[in-house]
């Protein structure tokens, strides 16, 4: 794996923990809990090298 | 006080569960997906090496970079008793355009060579192959009818998938022209030509294949593409100058003696990146890039499901046919797979029947493919093998 794309898949950890971390915090509002688990599915499904 | 309390906790625990809900709901559409996903981008297709098969290789042999990755591919060689010159076909350069795959596995499974030897890469770019395009509502498989069931590909996409080549850059800069092409331009394997040993891995692809063009001493080359009906560069040769006059010869035979048109398009010389135009300029290959008109890749059509990749007919595209905004004639038949890899063969016979004319002491000499009005006849199923009564040292996996 070449070294940038390693910094890529760094990148979408990072991401991904964050809009985890969002999750967890949000106590109201329910379409920002779901819209965080939705924007969540592709960095997942990259990380996981599926899509 | 208490009674505060338990009106904060009822919340907390209404929050925790709406969350639970939400999780089970979104891991539920990632884990369906998830499993969608990695059965299309690990699915084999077998392949019946047929009477002509002499060995099969991989390209990483010609070009080290690939070995382990998901861009590595075979390649099977239909070599003749006597020496002759030699032919390569490549097909899915471009994994979303279906007829390539179908034409190379008609000349796997049924050619055999008399004179010369025939090269063929079905899975040009692997990786591709296994990639899809969700947001356009990509079919992941499709199936071929045969006499012994359903056969089933792998449908793919234009570009290599970004598991194997990523991040994309915001300009790719072609090498060695240094032409500045779309980002998307660099995980296809048709603008990373000649390419290079240490590039990114799709320049990889294309370095190892004009490697191979000269240490085997091929002849031609043909690249088999599908194109839309509303773009002008479809069902036509494109050749470059020097290979104008074969492709000239092949247009006008298959014209008058099948029936189909097949025009020849000048390959351009300031549009750097192609096959045709740099496997022309970069050895002594003579390349040819085959396109037949593929509805499913136009932009204005319904849904894009197997049906209209297979059957090539929509309502739309019959209406724009109707106030003349198409390049090709388009009727409610549409443009079925038949016709579409018919075409693809009788071209690809008379282009190396002309290469052989003109070059008798390199001539390639093969029977037992059909043409055009046969595939029509009788479906392209019928020239597909059962993988199941073949020898099992017959079937390869791609």
Wanted: a positive charge.
């Amino acid at each position: 794996m070449d070294f940038i794309m390693i910094i890529y898949y760094l990148i979408s950890a990072f991401i991904a923990g964050m809009l985890v971390w969002n999750f967890v915090r949000e106590k109201e509002d329910r379409q920002r809990m779901l819209l965080y688990l939705i924007v969540l599915i592709p960095f997942v499904l990259r990380l996981a090298r599926i899509r | 006080m208490n009674g505060l309390r338990a009106t904060g906790k009822r919340a907390m625990s209404r929050t925790a569960a709406v969350k639970t809900l939400f999780a089970v709901i979104t891991g539920g559409i990632a884990a369906v997906s998830a499993v969608q996903f990695y059965q299309h981008r690990h699915y084999q297709l077998p392949i019946v090496a047929g009477p002509g098969v002499t060995r099969v290789a991989e390209l990483s042999q010609y070009g080290a970079g690939l070995k382990g990755t998901m861009a590595n591919t075979r390649i099977f060689f239909l070599e003749g008793k006597e020496p002759g010159g030699r032919a390569l076909v490549m097909a899915n350069t471009h994994a979303n355009e279906i007829d390539g795959v179908l034409t190379a596995l008609i000349l796997i499974e049924n050619a055999v060579v008399e004179r010369g030897t025939l090269i063929v890469i079905p899975q040009f770019n692997n990786s591709a192959s296994r990639s899809t395009r969700p947001g356009d509502g990509y079919p992941l498989f499709y199936g071929i009818p045969t006499a012994w069931g359903i056969k089933r590909f792998r449908f793919g996409d234009r570009g290599a998938s970004p598991l194997d080549q990523w991040p994309d850059p915001d300009v790719y800069v072609h090498y060695p022209d240094r032409q500045l092409l779309s980002f998307l331009d660099a995980r296809n394997t048709n603008r990373t030509w000649p390419g290079r040993p240490n590039g990114p891995l799709m320049e990889r692809v294309t370095d190892a294949v004009m490697r191979m063009l000269k240490q085997e001493q091929v002849d031609i080359a043909i690249d088999v593409h599908g194109a839309e009906t509303m773009f002008p560069v479809t069902n036509c040769i494109v050749a470059p100058e020097k290979s104008m006059r074969i492709a000239t010869m092949a247009s006008l035979t298959v014209t008058a003696m099948e029936g189909f048109e097949n025009h020849v398009e000048p390959s351009p010389q300031g549009f750097r990146g192609l096959s045709h135009r740099e496997i022309g300029d970069y050895s002594e290959t003579l390349p040819f890039l085959l396109e037949a008109p593929f509805p499913f890749l136009d932009q204005p059509t319904g849904p894009k499901t197997a049906d209209l990749l297979l059957n090539g007919k929509d309502p739309f595209l019959l209406s724009l046919a109707r106030q003349h905004k198409l390049f090709v004639p388009y009727d409610e038949s549409g443009w079925p797979v038949a016709k579409r890899v018919g075409q693809h063969c009788s071209m690809t016979l008379e282009i190396i029947n002309q290469y052989s004319i003109k070059n008798a002491g390199r001539a390639i000499r093969l029977g037992n493919v059909p043409r055009y009005a046969d595939v029509v006849r009788d479906g392209v199923g019928s020239y597909l093998h059962d993988p199941d009564k073949a020898r099992a040292t017959d079937v390869h996996y791609d």
